[in-house]
């Protein structure tokens, strides 16, 4: 045994070395993981917010078209976007057949 380590003490430490480097480098891993899950679940979250609000805001515009009886050119672009925009961040169908029936409505330039 004294005859390894007198032998083999350089190689020893070499390997206690290389153990803490890779010891280092998996906990910088795991707190890198750690650190996307959070992101992914944040950005989830705000998904889901923006997402809700652009729900409400186009049930408003659809049942305020439908009040009116004709759609408004800025209201159309508007809910256009808005609805691109919800079914891009993963928008249910329930929104679409809202959508289409607003948009067969006749179009007016709103004057003023």
């Known amino acids: 045994m004294n005859n390894f380590l007198e032998n083999d003490w350089i190689n020893l430490i070499i390997l206690v070395v290389q153990a803490g480097i890779v010891k280092f480098a998996y906990n910088l891993y795991k707190e890198y993981k750690k650190e996307q ?8 979250n705000i998904d ?8 409400v805001e186009i049930i408003n515009i659809c049942h305020n078209a439908e009040k009116e009886g004709f759609l408004p050119i800025w209201a159309l672009e508007n809910l256009t976007d808005m609805y691109n925009t919800y079914k891009a961040l ?5 929104i679409t ?6 948009i067969q409505l006749p ?5 003023g």
């Open 90 to 94: 993963g928008g249910n169908g329930a």
């Open 97 to 102: 057949g809202l959508y289409n029936k607003t």
């Open 107 to 111: 179009q007016r330039k709103e004057e």
């Open 48 to 55: 889901g917010a923006i997402r809700g609000l652009l729900r």
């Open 37 to 44: 899950e959070e992101k992914d679940k944040k950005a989830q």
